[in-house]
């Protein structure tokens, strides 16, 4: 009897979770689990605004996949995906290709730049650790050089954000705790750095209570930070952005703009020939693809309809680890033969954003609003439970966030 041939592609939350619990539910010879990964770690993607302030380095964001893996269940491939084929059951890699019986779809996202000119060729996104290492060296470089340049350049200091989402609030937050670090160590008067973030709503962190959101606005511009709410950014450039509000232009100069204001499924679901909506799939109760019913997704890639709001689900990693956790029951299910498939409920169990070290802003236990220091420990249980969810207590305090004071 030929064993059945799950693929997962990508290791992130919702691919690395899915794996994890399959390892657990099957044994050696009820399925041939391959997991395929760019990269041969797993990486926090929650925390990688804090590698792109340089206040956590990048290393303390990762792990590699082998280390929570069973590589006695599950075959590891360190490749590129090129192509998924779901008519043909199959998965074009860099490197080989793969057939499959199932096959889950977790390849995270991409960011979204609306078409906005210049975005995509100048601007910095923070989609993964390398982007993320860039960024940190690219601040600390402008600051090293506005000294050594006999012509002083406003624009190594003027740092843009677009966005004020979660992302977005969440870097400033960190930057605003380390510029000042970087004008001590490069001999720079504080008060000549700016930190401007745009964003074309007309506040802050949309959706979030207002109580919240003033005062995340009130904490980071305590710190220095600039907001243009309602602006729209218009053009990205080497030198700098052109953004409006109520018809009027502004142009900005600056050598670094992050863009934070948007991400989109992976390009490859779009291509694959799956029916999608706007790039993402819209999957059944159960996970799975309507129009493949071998194929699951999970994370990024898949649409999942709030009902009480009429609007899609926000692509957190909360909600990517819930679905993997129905998504590897539902695969088990189908391949034991026995049991009862189970339909997506996801169980919000709050929200918090993180305003750099000790201080953030969030609602947890249903509506009970958290601010500062309570916030900011309960940020880090967060981020050490999910830890937790994939690599158990090991994980924990090999990567964990203890520094609560």
């Keep these: 009897m030929n064993k059945p041939k799950i693929v997962i592609l990508g290791a992130g939350y919702g691919g690395l979770t899915t794996t994890v619990k399959l390892q657990k539910r099957l044994g050696v010879n009820?399925?041939?689990i391959t997991l395929v990964n760019k990269n041969d770690y797993h990486y926090e993607s929650t925390w990688?605004?804090?590698?792109a302030a340089g206040t956590l380095h990048h290393d303390r964001s990762r792990f590699r996949i082998k280390d929570v893996i069973d590589t006695g269940k599950v075959n590891f491939i360190q490749d590129t995906v090129t192509e998924i084929k779901p008519d043909d059951n199959k998965v074009i890699l860099e490197n080989g290709e793969l057939?499959?019986?199932y096959l889950v779809v977790a390849l995270g996202f991409e960011a979204a730049t609306f078409g906005i000119p210049g975005l995509l060729e100048n601007a910095f996104t923070i989609g993964n650790i390398n982007q993320s290492r860039l960024i940190r060296q690219h601040i600390e470089y402008n600051f090293a050089l506005y000294n050594n340049e006999q012509e002083k350049k406003q624009e190594r200091l003027n740092i843009v954000v677009g966005g004020a989402g979660f992302t977005g609030i969440e870097f400033l937050g960190e930057l605003a705790n380390r510029v000042p670090e970087l004008c001590k160590e490069y001999d720079i008067d504080p008060k000549l750095v700016r930190i401007i973030c745009v964003e074309a709503a007309p506040t802050i962190l949309p959706g979030f209570d207002p109580q919240l959101v003033e005062y995340?606005?009130?904490?980071?511009?305590?710190?220095?930070v600039e907001f243009k709410v309602g602006a729209m950014l218009k053009e990205c450039t080497p030198e700098g952005i052109v953004i409006e509000k109520d018809g009027e232009k502004e142009e900005i100069p600056t050598l670094t703009t992050i863009w934070a204001a948007g991400v989109r499924a992976n390009s490859l679901v779009e291509k694959s020939g799956l029916e999608h909506n706007r790039g993402k799939v819209e999957v059944k109760p159960d996970l799975r693809a309507p129009s493949h019913d071998n194929v699951f997704v999970?994370?990024?890639c898949a649409l999942i309809w709030n009902k009480e709001t009429e609007r899609p689900y926000p692509p957190t990693a909360q909600i990517a680890m819930q679905e993997a956790d129905v998504c590897a029951h539902n695969l088990s299910t189908l391949i034991s033969g026995g049991g009862e498939i189970h339909e997506f409920a996801f169980n919000n169990m709050g929200t918090?954003?993180?305003l750099g070290h000790g201080d953030a802003i969030g609602v947890i236990l249903g509506d009970k609003k958290i601010f500062g220091w309570t916030a900011a420990f309960m940020k880090k249980v967060?981020?050490?439970r999910a830890l937790y969810k994939i690599g158990g207590i090991g994980l924990v305090l090999k990567k964990g966030k203890f520094d609560i004071f």
């Design 30 to 32: 009820d399925a041939h």
């Design 352 to 354: 918090v954003a993180s």
């Design 298 to 300: 999970v994370g990024d």
């Design 216 to 224: 995340a606005l009130n904490s980071l511009e305590a710190r220095g």
């Design 99 to 101: 057939y499959y019986d």
């Design 48 to 51: 990688l605004h804090e590698n």
């Design 382 to 384: 967060i981020d050490n």
